[in-house]
């Protein structure tokens, strides 16, 4: 998938180290309220700037079998959002994605771009041979670019999530390294 060689650039996006002036625009998107429900699993507690741009550090400092890149678009270098592969060892060749996406990056076909480009780079870079994600069952759109990006719904945590005063299921999805790339991607 890799665009020029490039393998951190697609088509629509390129994925790029995080900067500390990223750090304010993440923060505010993992505080908004609609996009922490998708995101989080346990209950949403709004948390200071600090703790925020420490945990986007924490998952970008890109040591060990962790991966944490900023998704920048190609056509303006904007920041449109932050992608992480984490839990990657070397026996297993396995890793857990996540993905938060800024809202007025969304509906726009950057976040399957991201997605793409960073199963291409765990496959062809980094030698994984599966990657791996959880998603609440009500997110139904971030569902269908997992889909879209390749990834098959494995199984389900049955009631796994409290959210507004009702149980939801929790999806397993995965890709693997001989599925990719997916038919028409």
């Not at 665009?3 to 908004?32: C, F, M, Q």
Request: aromatic residues 8%; without cysteine; glycine residues 10%.
């Amino acid at each position: 998938m890799a665009i020029n060689g490039d393998p951190l650039t697609g088509k629509l996006v390129r994925l790029r180290e995080l900067r500390e002036s990223d750090l304010p625009r993440l923060a505010d998107w993992w505080r908004d309220p609609a996009l922490a429900v998708q995101q989080v699993t346990g209950p949403v507690h709004p948390q200071p700037d600090g703790a925020l741009a420490e945990m986007f550090r924490a998952w970008s400092r890109n040591t060990g079998g962790d991966l944490g890149l900023s998704v920048e678009t190609v056509e303006t270098r904007e920041l449109a959002g932050h992608i992480t592969l984490y839990g990657a060892n070397p026996k297993d060749r396995a890793a857990t994605l996540a993905i938060v996406m800024g809202p007025p990056f969304q509906d726009r076909g950057l976040g399957t771009d991201a997605l793409r480009t960073t199963i291409g780079y765990a496959f062809d870079e980094l030698g994984l041979n599966r990657v791996e994600l959880t998603v609440n069952s009500y997110n139904a759109r971030a569902i269908a670019a997992y889909a879209r990006a390749g990834f098959v719904e494995e199984g389900r945590r049955r009631e796994a999530v409290y959210r507004s005063g009702g149980w939801h299921d929790q999806v397993l999805m995965s890709v693997l390294r001989r599925e990719w790339p997916p038919a028409g991607a």
